[in-house]
Structures are given as C-alpha cells and as structure tokens.
C-alpha cells in the first residue's frame, strides 16, 4: 500500500526537552511539508522541501528543525525553543508542480507535560 | 500572497438536507483550489479540486464544487448529507513560491450532522 506513515500517533514532551516526529512516505513524491493545526486557525505551514538535502522555512518555523537525508524521510525536531508546542502535527508529500494534490499523513498529536 | 476566507466556521444541519460550505479566495491569475476534510484525529483528505475547465468540479462521497471566478467563490455542495460526512472542511489555495507549491488554507468549516 502506497500512503504517507506519521509516528508517534501521540507524542509527550517535558519542559526544555528535544522531540522528533517521524514521517515516511512512499509514493516517490519529490516534495514533503509539515504543518501545524490548531483549534480554529486551520493549517499553517512549518518547513517543506523539494529535493533532498535541501529544505525551506514556512511561516511558523521558529522552534521547529528538519532534514530531508532520503526521499522518503522528512523528520521533524520540535526544539526547546518551541514555547507552546502543543498542537496536531501533519505531513504532506505531493510531486512537484502548483496543480498537485498534497497527500496527508494520518498525525502526531504532542501534548506537553 | 494568496489567502481562504471559509465564512462559516460551523454548521449544523440535519441528515438528508442539502448542504453548502462557503469558501472565497482573493484573486489571481492562475487559481488551484482544494477541498479537504478531515474526520476527527485523522490526517486530510481529498475531496476534489479545481485547475481548470469545467466550474463544475464532483468529488468523492457525492461532494460538488463550483469555482465561480467574478466571485471569487469555491463553494462546496452536497444535496443530502449523511451522519458519516460530520467532519472538518478545509479549502485551500494553491499558491506557488520560489518554485514551490504552498497550500494556503482556510480556518476551516465544522460540520455536524444531526439526526
């Protein structure tokens, strides 16, 4: 089954504490985001890459890191830095290309404790 | 920069009644636009889109859309709804950015389906 593989499903964090969320796909996409939700405000967008090794910030990248080592991978890193953190985490892969469907991972809920 | 406005942030309705989900998006040149929706602690999911043609777009699970450019409106349609279609509606713009596609989404619209 081709499809994009997010873990944890649920993610705890202690204050000044590294965590990072898996995402794997394995559609051969080129391109891979991340976003953020929260309660009200839709979608926002992290980091997203187009290429290997090479990755862009998105509008809330602050407190947030990634790598993009093979194709398939695009971890995300939520950093100390991150204040409020608490949030559902979704990754996205699609070919590249402005009319191509983003296909979305199933999440990562990270609460803080 | 392109931006989503969905109107309505809930909607209440009941089983068998005709449904609309507002969406409107600021003007472009070229416009990509997306329904997605999501069922409570899931990742999103397709329900259809727009590039180009027809304005009349259908969708999977009976959804339509109607891209209604001097409106600037996408509006999301479904004659007779079922409990199973209580979920979140995103619509999304496509915008492109140095190269890359960003999806610009709007805030969403929460469905409920009352029997």
């Known amino acids: 089954d081709g499809g994009i593989t997010q873990s944890p499903k649920y993610l705890f964090r202690k204050e000044g504490q590294n965590v990072t969320l898996s995402c794997e796909q394995n559609?051969?996409?080129?391109?891979m985001y991340w976003y953020r939700q929260d309660p009200g405000q839709g979608l926002r967008l992290i980091y997203y890459?187009?290429?290997?090794?090479?990755?862009q910030k998105g509008d809330i990248a602050e407190g947030y890191s990634v790598s993009r080592e093979k194709k398939e991978s695009f971890p995300l890193t939520v950093t100390s830095a991150q204040k409020n953190p608490t949030a559902f985490y979704l990754c996205?892969?699609?070919?590249?290309?402005?009319?191509?469907?983003?296909?979305f991972g199933p999440g990562t809920r990270l609460l803080v404790l | 920069a392109q931006s989503v406005t969905q109107l309505d942030s809930q909607v209440p309705v009941f089983e068998e009644a005709p449904v609309e989900l507002r969406c409107n998006y600021s003007?472009?040149?070229?416009?990509?636009l997306f329904w997605y929706v999501q069922y409570p602690n899931q990742g999103l999911q397709l329900l259809l889109k727009?590039?180009?043609?027809?304005?009349l777009v259908k969708g999977i699970n009976g959804f339509e859309a109607e891209f209604n450019k001097s409106q600037t409106s996408f509006h999301l349609r479904k004659p007779s709804v079922h409990i199973s279609d209580t979920a979140e509606y995103f619509c999304?713009?496509?915008?492109?950015?140095?190269?890359?596609?960003?999806?610009?989404f709007g805030q969403g619209t929460r469905l409920t389906i009352n029997p």
């Open positions: 996205a892969s699609s070919l590249l290309g402005q009319q191509e469907t983003q296909y």
């Open positions: 559609l051969n996409h080129d391109a």
């Open positions: 890459s187009q290429i290997v090794n090479d990755f």
């Open positions: 003007s472009s040149v070229s416009v990509y």
């Open positions: 727009y590039l180009s043609g027809s304005t």
């Open positions: 999304a713009v496509s915008d492109l950015v140095q190269g890359a596609q960003k999806l610009v």
